[in-house]
């Protein structure tokens, strides 16, 4: 009877040590900092990317672990520069960038000692994690490490139960004690060897679970998450825990994601769940694919893009925006062209981004609102014969209304709760920013 006392107190105690988790101060202040910056590149990048068909490559295509095994023999990117890569993401506007360190390949982009499948066993042998953590920090760019928590290629992991990665050629039985373990271990080294690390971005929950939108899409293995976020916030508290798993938040996560959507959309199939009071930020590719993907030449242009990153705004979430270099480890043309214009457009527009929160009213067909203290930001897409029209305006007065790009007056009525905007005819930019100087 004392033996299974013990037992029930263990098992309570750590789900309430889950369940109670509290962000030391630290972390809170990582929160509020993720929440200003609204802007960040995401980066899917390894041997994936050699056969130029994206990262689910060994899953599409059936490579059972022995041929995949083959790509780290001439996985050697003689192009690859730090130094341009985070200059790049700066110069873009944006403050934070997620890097690929372990994808479901298996792979691992640093020198780590629990895998032989990883960078130091290339012809490049170089870490290269390092190499972006030291650019990274020297430029003043938070990192934040993507970690796939399922694997293709490991036979500990319980692929058994797995929705994916079930041609790879795995005969033994999974064992995720020890699968864990090795987990564990590569966290250990990742938030230990490589300074300060902003956040960890896991991927693959959803491996273990139904297929997004059924009823039941509980897992069918314990994860063990309290052990796993409890280790990464004893090695650094302020490090910032988000799952893409597309469910709500788990107990012990500071930022919620969403995957091809924005909060409380669903064209994806994806998002389900709703959006929860943490800090918030939405993936999307600037063409179709997150690894890189010859065939693909879907670019999205620069009014769709300006206008993703302003409603993930205007819905208080960051835009976490991808790019898939080629194996040589240039960037594509492309994926240039587009992130030197957004750094050129928030140049002129990112007071009304940064540091801003949702509009009172949710985005319209005409666009959306961001704010920031006395000031409300309303971004216009699209004009038309009548005025733009907010109603239940949550302030009493305007002091002033004018375009962001030159401070030229426009002109609004303000009666009875709501405000007409009369925009400028000229609908050249992707985004007419109108500033409300308000009054409570």
Known sequence: MKKILLIILVVFGKHLSAQSYAPVAANIEARKWFTEARFGLFIHWGPFSIPGSG???MNDRKI???????LANFFNPIDFDAKEWVSLAKNAGMKYITLITRHHDGFSMWDTQYSEFNIMNTPYKKDIVKLMADECH????KLFLYYSLLDWRREDYPHETGRTGQFSGRSNKGDYSSYLQFMKNQLRELLTNYGEIA???????????APEGQADRSS???WKYDEIYGLIHQLQPQCMIGNNHHLSPFPGEDFQMFERDLPGENKSGLSFQQASPLPLETCETINGSWGFNLSDTTYKTHQELVHYLVRSAALGANLLLNIGPMPN???QPEFKERLEYMGKWLNTYGEAIYGTSAGYL????WGCMTQKANKVYVHIFKTGKEPIVLTDFPFKKIKKAYLLKDKSSIKTEFRNKAVSIYPSADQSAPDQVIVLETEE
Not at 201 to 206: E, I, N, P, S, V
Not at 362 to 365: C, Q, R, T
């Open 138 to 141: 020297k430029q003043g760019i």
């Open 55 to 57: 990262e689910w490559v």
């Open 199 to 209: 956040g960890i971005w896991f991927d693959g929950h959803w491996d273990q679970t």
């Open 329 to 331: 480890g240039d960037i």
């Open 220 to 222: 069918r293995i314990d």
């Open 362 to 365: 949710k985005p319209a067909a």
């Open 64 to 70: 059972t672990v022995k041929n995949y095994s083959r």
